[in-house]
């Protein structure tokens, strides 16, 4: 009698599974998927609740320490911190950043402590520790910024043709964020589901401005909520800022090849010198250690060293040439 028994428990949970899932497994995935687009379209706020402006639903992201992020989002600091994350594309918090950099300065601080005698040498990496994790962040936002940049004008030109051949500017937009790759696509995405979700078009298109922080974007949202109040050709303004944004990258690039003389004698005259510190200690290291051992000598690096990085801004900002 046994064995029916289990066969039959084992049939029923089955047949009453199969039928669970049938009816609540759709449900769930749309849940799911809602809650992966909200997120999409909250971004970091610090505050949960509706946004003041419409009806759209913000959500909390907590890092590694919510006490730091809540301390960080009513600071200056913070939000440029919250926005530059925004900007790399990276799925991380303020906080979690921030205890990376502690993180960082502490394990320079061991490193130099036990592989060096030099007083300066732990607290120059610690500094060096702490700044490595937002230097890599800045690094990655303002890589994405640049592509963004460069796919910008395709999703002018792809919201021209859209538009031409009937479609809304909304609808444009959601093919935008359909058909182009990221980052372009998921910054379009974001606008084009935060006004879906309520938001109104104005206030989506200046959270796009303020989000990617280009002059390009903010010439095309102007445009934009311009041509809304007072009307005209839309497809035809588009074309014309894509024009325009396409020409200024190639006076750029000509830029970079007229100036790459200047660029290339700064990275020379900032390599130069270590080089030979270098060649120096393995040629001759009992002159070259009298640098390191003797006081003079340590002040003297450190005189070079803060005198080689002035030399290499100013060069910089000699050869740098706003387009």
């Known amino acids: 009698m046994g064995l029916p028994l289990v ?10 599974g199969t039928y669970a899932g049938m009816a ?22 610090g505050e949960e609740g509706v946004q003041e402006a419409g009806n759209l639903v913000l959500q909390v992201k907590h890092g590694t320490l919510p006490i730091i992020d ?74 994405r910024i640049r592509k963004f940049e460069e796919q910008f004008p395709e ?17 444009a937009m959601g093919m935008v964020a359909d058909e182009l790759p990221d980052p372009v696509g998921p910054e379009f995405k974001k606008t084009f589901d935060q006004q879906n979700y309520g938001l109104p078009l104005k206030e989506a298109l200046n959270e796009l401005a303020d989000r990617i922080g280009l002059l390009d974007v903010r010439f095309f ?17 588009l074309d014309n800022l894509a024009h325009v944004i396409r020409e200024r990258f190639k006076i750029l690039r000509q830029v970079r090849v007229h100036t790459a003389h200047g660029r290339f004698t700064g990275y020379v005259l900032l390599a130069l010198p270590a080089f030979l510190a270098v060649a120096l200690m393995y040629i001759n290291p009992e002159h070259m250690g009298l640098l390191f051992k003797e006081r003079m000598g340590q002040v003297m690096v450190g005189i070079a060293i803060v005198m080689q990085t002035i030399g290499y801004i100013w060069i910089r900002q000699v050869v740098k040439i706003e387009v």
């Not at 066969?7 to 047949?15: A, G, R, S, Y």
């Not at 200056?76 to 790399?88: D, P």
């Not at 999703?155 to 609808?171: E, K, V, W, Y």
């Open 24 to 45: 609540y497994l759709p449900s769930v995935l749309a849940s799911r998927e809602m809650d992966r687009r909200l997120k999409d379209v909250s971004g970091f706020r």
């Open 221 to 237: 949202v102007t445009a934009i909520l311009i041509q809304r109040d007072t009307g005209g050709n839309l497809s035809e303004i």
């Open 7 to 16: 066969v039959f428990l084992f049939v029923v949970v089955l047949i009453m």
């Open 155 to 171: 999703a002018l030109d792809l919201l021209s043709r859209a538009i031409r051949a009937g479609h809304a500017f909304q609808t």
């Open 70 to 143: 809540r301390v960080l989002t009513g600071s200056n600091a913070g939000g440029k911190l919250k926005r530059m994350i925004e900007q790399s594309g990276m799925e991380t918090t303020p906080s979690t950043i921030v205890v990376a950099c502690l993180v960082g300065a502490g394990v320079g601080w061991v490193v130099a402590s036990l592989f060096t005698t030099q007083w300066f040498a732990p607290p120059m990496a610690a500094f060096a520790g702490f700044v490595l994790p937002i230097a890599f962040v800045k690094r990655k936002a303002s890589g």
